[in-house]
């Protein structure tokens, strides 16, 4: 056998295989590795959606949370004015109805003393009526005496 012709041969063989082979093997390949790119490509894409919708909501969610602890903040300043304007009410009202207290206890009180002396007056009427009686030895009539008894209660 030739060398050329065997050269020749496989040159001819192997020219069969590149046409067989960019006929049908090639664009099947190909097609598979475009599809391959473009899921890729849509893969890496949605990422970047998913990436920048994530941002999006992690500021939301920041500022979401920012809102609820002003407004919480917020109403525990609220609750707090509320408890003292409470207390503020509630001690104002202990102290009116501590003045009401002390002022009937102080009426009362004025109203025993006036009735413990008109009491010690009338003690006192009596007892000068039997030390007078007893320095007489006499007996005086009371009803008689009344206007002069009464003059005496009211000096005393």
Known sequence: MNINATLF???IVFAILVWFTMKFVWPPIAK?????AAKISEGLAAS????SELAVA???VEEELSKSR???ATRLADAERRAQAVLEEAKARATEEAAKIVAAARQEAEAQVVKAREQLREQVAALAVKG???ILRKEVNASVHA???NRLKTEL
């Open 9 to 11: 041969a496989q040159a």
């Open 32 to 36: 598979a590795l475009d599809e391959r």
């Open 48 to 51: 970047e959606k998913a990436k």
């Open 58 to 60: 992690n500021k939301r």
């Open 70 to 72: 002003n407004e919480s």
């Open 132 to 134: 007078a009686e007893q």
């Open 147 to 149: 206007d002069l008894l």
